[in-house]
């Protein structure tokens, strides 16, 4: 079945590293994925989004790659900081009009000092 | 301001009670949906709507109803026949069609006692 994960549930950095979130998913017919970023008690927010067309796409301290071959995502945080510390989501579309989203379970991330 | 207005933030109900959570949304955006989170858990789609007067269920609606009667409003009434109620329940909107990015709520935390 469809399905997005996460290949970590929890990823510790000190504050100024580089952080990787890894995401898997299994439906190569998606050719639309979104990062969220959701702090305790809130809902998620929008971080960056990739299209099928793209392998890589840049934000500010943020880079998401994409690799359609092995269906793999990842989230990279440059510089981290502690406000970035959050639980971070990858979701996907399948190519099907009307179809919602198809979030993953997520990766908690804890930046410390 | 624009935005998704989820009320209340907590509820607590007994057993056996329906209980109706609020989304408003004043982005005149076409689709709404209603999701489900756990902790640490993902977010499971319960119910969307894409144009007003109709709606589809998502993967977990069993225990679940909406309505979609006005653009900007799309109640969860969650009944007693969902077996295990305790969650944090987020609204999202998006401008429709192809889904993309989804806006989401501050989300409101139901605990059943």
């Known amino acids: 079945g469809e399905s997005v994960g996460l290949h970590l549930p929890t990823l510790s950095v000190q504050e100024g590293d580089n952080s990787i979130i890894n995401c898997a998913y299994s439906n190569s017919a998606s050719d639309y994925f979104i990062w969220y970023k959701q702090e305790s008690g809130k809902g998620p927010q929008f971080i960056i989004d990739?299209?099928?067309?793209?392998d890589k796409r840049q934000g500010q301290r943020v880079t998401v790659l994409l690799n359609k071959t092995v269906k793999h995502l990842s989230l990279q945080i440059a510089a981290t900081q502690p406000g970035d510390s959050a639980v971070y989501f990858c979701a996907e579309i399948p190519n099907q009009a009307g179809t919602a989203l198809i979030f993953g379970k997520g990766t908690t991330l804890s930046v410390s000092s | 301001d624009g935005g998704i207005t989820q009320s209340p933030k907590y509820l607590f109900r007994k057993e056996g009670q329906n209980v109706t959570l609020s989304c408003e949304q004043n982005l005149n955006h076409d689709a709404m949906y209603w999701y489900r989170q756990d902790p640490g858990q993902g977010l499971r789609l319960i119910y969307y709507s894409q144009i007003v007067n109709d709606f589809q269920k998502g993967d977990i609606a069993e225990g679940y109803s909406v309505s979609r009667e006005k653009k900007e409003s799309f109640p969860l009434t969650v009944t007693s026949a969902q077996k295990n109620p305790t969650a944090f329940y987020l609204c999202?909107?998006?401008?429709?069609?192809?889904?993309?990015?989804?806006?989401f709520g501050e989300g409101s935390r139901l605990t059943v006692l």
């Open positions: 990739i299209r099928s067309n793209m």
């Open positions: 999202a909107t998006t401008t429709g069609g192809y889904t993309g990015e989804l806006f």
